[in-house]
């Protein structure tokens, strides 16, 4: 009756083999080594790829909550008086088509100009966005951000500023600061900056480092006023209700927008460094697989040293009547049973680091004294981990493919052992 795979005996035999004492050859050593190795590949690997992938949901996330997910504005033209423009004149008609394009959850004009802002003798560069109450309310980073101060319920009686910005300037709530343009008044002596004095009646934290830094948002009517585009806009703002898909709704936006429109979408702004993210992710994956399969190595040697320790059990085994298949299969247990529960304690390690990846960095950052995350550098505010089921899966899967494969090789040399060589002088 031929023998069926992994009997109970196979187990017996491979089980009391990994437990193998220091007197019978220490094999116990190398497989704590081979379980340990295995345990922090894997965790490493989960680890590491639940960092990029929150790092990129934060990242996208910033991008897509504060920003536009398409402009549409104007190719450069000339006006009557010989100046150069891309101002939009009829922005609200264009606007209303552009909402009405299915997959369109809002279309906002804009006034947008860099300019500089003062306050007691504090300076900083910053962006205006001259922009609806009612429109500014549906962003969701800057109407909900993490952190906020004032309220956007009097937004018509002054303007909204970035942390980053009410920092630099040493603003807080009812403060009055000075935006100054250096395209202003022009006179017989030259262009004279135009001033303007506004109320801080909100401050918010976006979580992304540029916009807290440079944003300040002023009501639209008032922008037009301050830049000279009464009647007209700079740009305007589409958001969609699947940022993913803002290149199939291209052509469609591109007709409600009219003839000679341009479009700019959070793809074309962000799509290089997103590229980049999505290199890096590949390589350090691949990376991290290389030492997924260092560590597996350790399990061909402890096998190598357990067969040569154990060269008279597998003759004595041989000699009662094991087959090749059977001493195959013990020392295939052997291997695979450490590849296994390396690959389970290492999956357990890594979800337990990843999910309280927030207080461990909080930890290193504060026993390092400060500086182990700086947002000026990376952009957003924090280093979030995102446990994903396909990563984890994938971790799993290498593991075990590369542990249970390297296990065959010193399985076939256990199996193909001549029982009478090991036994000659036994």
């Given at each position: 009756?031929?023998?069926?795979?992994?009997?109970?005996?196979?187990?017996?035999?491979?089980?009391?083999?990994?437990?193998?004492?220091?007197?019978?050859?220490?094999?116990?050593?190398?497989?704590?080594?081979?379980?340990?190795?295995?345990?922090?590949?894997?965790?490493?690997?989960?680890?590491?790829?639940?960092?990029?992938?929150?790092?990129?949901?934060?990242?996208v996330?910033t991008?897509?909550?504060?920003?536009?997910?398409?402009?549409?504005?104007?190719?450069?033209?000339?006006?009557?008086?010989?100046?150069?423009?891309?101002?939009?004149?009829?922005?609200?008609?264009?606007?209303?088509?552009?909402?009405?394009?299915?997959?369109?959850?809002?279309?906002?004009?804009?006034?947008?100009?860099?300019?500089?802002?003062?306050?007691?003798?504090?300076?900083?560069?910053?962006?205006?966005?001259?922009?609806?109450?009612?429109?500014?309310?549906?962003?969701?980073?800057?109407?909900?951000?993490?952190?906020?101060?004032?309220?956007?319920?009097?937004?018509?009686?002054?303007?909204?500023i970035?942390?980053?910005?009410?920092?630099?300037?040493?603003?807080?709530?009812?403060?009055?600061?000075?935006?100054?343009?250096?395209?202003g008044?022009?006179?017989?002596?030259?262009?004279?900056?135009?001033?303007?004095?506004y109320?801080?009646?909100?401050?918010?934290?976006?979580?992304?480092?540029?916009i807290?830094?440079?944003?300040?948002?002023?009501?639209?009517?008032?922008?037009?006023?301050?830049?000279?585009?009464?009647?007209?806009?700079?740009?305007?703002?589409?958001?969609?209700?699947?940022?993913?898909?803002?290149?199939?709704?291209?052509?469609?936006?591109?007709?409600?927008?009219?003839?000679?429109?341009?479009?700019?979408?959070?793809?074309?702004?962000?799509?290089?460094?997103?590229?980049?993210?999505?290199?890096?992710?590949t390589?350090?994956?691949?990376?991290?697989?290389?030492?997924?399969?260092?560590?597996?190595?350790?399990?061909?040697?402890?096998?190598?040293?357990?067969?040569?320790?154990?060269?008279?059990?597998?003759?004595?085994?041989?000699?009662?009547?094991?087959?090749?298949?059977?001493?195959?299969?013990?020392?295939?247990?052997c291997?695979?049973?450490?590849?296994?529960?390396?690959?389970?304690?290492?999956?357990?390690?890594?979800?337990?680091?990843?999910?309280?990846?927030?207080?461990?960095?909080?930890?290193?950052?504060?026993?390092?004294?400060?500086?182990?995350?700086?947002?000026s550098?990376?952009?957003?505010?924090?280093?979030?981990?995102?446990?994903?089921l396909?990563?984890?899966?994938?971790?799993?899967?290498?593991?075990?493919?590369?542990?249970?494969?390297?296990?065959?090789?010193?399985?076939?040399?256990?199996?193909?052992?001549?029982?009478?060589?090991?036994?000659?002088?036994?």
């Amino acid at each position: 009756m031929a023998t069926l795979p992994f009997a109970r005996y196979e187990w017996m035999i491979a089980w009391r083999y990994l437990r193998a004492r220091r007197a019978e050859g220490g094999v116990s050593v190398m497989t704590w080594i081979s379980l340990i190795g295995i345990t922090l590949a894997v965790a490493a690997l989960i680890i590491t790829m639940a960092v990029r992938a929150g790092f990129r949901t934060e990242f996208v996330d910033t991008i897509l909550g504060a920003n536009a997910h398409v402009t549409v504005y104007s190719p450069v033209y000339v006006t009557d008086s010989g100046q150069t423009t891309r101002a939009i004149y009829g922005y609200e008609e264009m606007a209303r088509r552009l909402a009405a394009v299915p997959g369109v959850t809002r279309a906002a004009p804009l006034v947008k100009g860099q300019v500089m802002a003062n306050l007691r003798g504090n300076n900083a560069g910053v962006e205006v966005f001259g922009i609806e109450k009612s429109d500014l309310l549906t962003i969701p980073r800057i109407a909900h951000p993490e952190d906020s101060l004032g309220s956007l319920d009097r937004f018509g009686e002054g303007i909204a500023i970035g942390s980053g910005v009410a920092r630099e300037l040493g603003v807080g709530i009812g403060d009055r600061i000075k935006i100054i343009s250096p395209n202003g008044v022009r006179t017989a002596l030259g262009t004279s900056p135009r001033v303007g004095v506004y109320e801080v009646v909100y401050i918010f934290t976006a979580g992304r480092y540029d916009i807290d830094r440079t944003r300040v948002y002023m009501p639209f009517a008032e922008a037009q006023s301050f830049f000279n585009r009464e009647g007209a806009a700079d740009e305007i703002e589409v958001m969609v209700e699947d940022p993913d898909r803002v290149d199939e709704m291209g052509p469609a936006l591109i007709d409600a927008a009219g003839k000679g429109m341009l479009l700019w979408s959070w793809r074309d702004a962000s799509g290089a460094y997103l590229r980049a993210l999505a290199i890096e992710d590949t390589v350090m994956f691949v990376l991290m697989a290389i030492l997924v399969l260092i560590a597996s190595l350790n399990i061909i040697s402890g096998l190598v040293m357990l067969v040569k320790n154990k060269g008279r059990d597998i003759g004595i085994l041989r000699t009662v009547g094991l087959t090749e298949g059977a001493i195959l299969r013990v020392f295939f247990l052997c291997g695979s049973l450490v590849g296994l529960l390396g690959t389970c304690f290492g999956v357990i390690l890594g979800c337990l680091f990843a999910i309280y990846f927030d207080p461990i960095l909080a930890f290193v950052n504060g026993a390092s004294g400060g500086g182990v995350w700086d947002a000026s550098i990376r952009g957003i505010y924090r280093l979030p981990a995102q446990l994903q089921l396909h990563d984890v899966l994938s971790a799993v899967s290498l593991s075990l493919v590369l542990s249970f494969g390297i296990t065959i090789f010193p399985a076939r040399r256990a199996a193909r052992m001549n029982p009478v060589e090991a036994l000659r002088y036994e």
